[in-house]
């Protein structure tokens, strides 16, 4: 049974390279691109799915990869290719009658920062540039791609006082 969203956040937006990875972008011999995500980003997906919050990835590239990781993950929303994520961000929530305490960004570098502003709250991970470090309303501790998605929205729910009842009624577990 899904939980009622009783949250200002209605919708999540994050971007992808440095965010939800590390920022590296490999070639094989094919030259095919591959990146690494880290599950524990993985698992915050389920936990936003249950409290009814909407995620979008918005990320300035296309990529096989990502598309295919997105497919596990089934957020809302997916997005790339997208240059000037301000524009496309604030005709979405326009579109979609989503105000500003409503939409919480996580982004790690200058491409982000426009959009960024459109957001009542900002997460960051460790290694973001340093413009968007002091934009911030919290700065992960973690760097992108090991879980910093995870901690900046783990932050959120803790600080609602909703992490532990989260957690116990999807995971079924007594903390």
């Not at 997906?45 to 919050?53: A, G, S, T, W």
């Not at 305490?101 to 982004?107: D, P, V």
């Not at 502003?117 to 700065?139: M, R, T, W």
Request: hydrophobic fraction near 35%.
């Amino acid at each position: 049974m899904k939980k009622k969203n009783d949250y200002k956040i209605k919708i999540w937006v994050v971007d992808v390279d440095g965010t939800l990875t590390d920022g590296s972008i490999y070639y094989n011999d094919e030259e095919k691109e591959i990146k690494k995500f880290s599950v524990k980003d993985g698992i915050i997906f389920e936990i936003l799915h249950f409290c009814e919050m909407k995620i979008m990835i918005l990320t300035g590239r296309e990529s096989i990869t990502t598309k295919r990781r997105m497919e596990d993950l089934k957020p809302d929303y997916l997005y790339q290719g997208i240059k000037d994520k301000y524009q496309f961000l604030l005709q979405f929530m326009e579109k979609n009658k989503i105000a500003k305490e409503e939409l919480a960004y996580i982004g790690d570098d200058l491409n982000d920062l426009a959009a960024m502003q459109l957001a009542g709250f900002i997460g960051c991970p460790a290694d973001s540039c340093k413009e968007v470090l002091a934009c911030s309303d919290y700065v992960s501790s973690i760097k992108g791609g090991y879980g910093a998605v995870r901690d900046i929205v783990e932050h959120m729910l803790r600080k609602s006082g909703k992490w532990e009842s989260v957690i116990t009624e999807v995971y079924t577990v007594k903390l």
